[in-house]
């Protein structure tokens, strides 16, 4: 008779999206409370900080995400004051994001939170099982069957 993997490996999918879900409500709402916005804004506003002038087009493709929901990402950032759109400079119908004063704040009033919650994932794992597991979904993340 054949061995069989155990229920856990067969169900690995099933794991990461249960895990995601988790990891993501127990982040957004510590983000929230520290810098009042969430992991997927925070994302957009860590992006444009390290690339002053993207291109929302740059940032769909920076985050995984349809130009739709970057559209409306941007234009909720905008509204709450953290980034301004402009005129590209060459191209007539991009848009170009700059981070405002209150998005750095923001970025700055999230960072102990994300260092916080990384401590913990890392003494949840270990050290090598953070590399590891880090390593793996960056992988899994631009994986191309």
């Known amino acids: 008779m054949p061995e069989t993997e155990p229920a856990s490996d067969q169900r690995l999918y099933f794991l990461l999206q249960r895990a995601a879900h988790q990891l993501r409500t127990t982040a957004d709402r510590r983000c929230l409370a520290a810098s009042g916005v969430t992991t997927a804004q925070l994302g957009a506003l860590f992006a444009v900080h390290d690339r002053p002038g993207i291109t929302q087009q740059q940032l769909a493709r920076t985050l995984g995400l349809r130009e ?3 559209t409306a990402l941007a234009a909720r950032l905008v509204k709450a ?6 005129a590209h400079p060459r191209e007539h119908r991009a848009v170009v994001l700059e981070l405002t004063a209150a998005g750095s704040a923001a970025l700055r009033a999230a960072q102990p939170e994300i260092d916080r919650f ?13 590399a590891r597991t880090a390593s793996a979904l960056d992988r899994l993340a631009h994986w191309e069957p």
């Open 68 to 70: 739709s929901a970057v």
């Open 118 to 130: 990384n401590g913990e994932l890392r003494a949840l794992l270990g050290d090598q099982g953070f």
């Open 81 to 86: 004051g953290l980034v301004t759109k402009g």
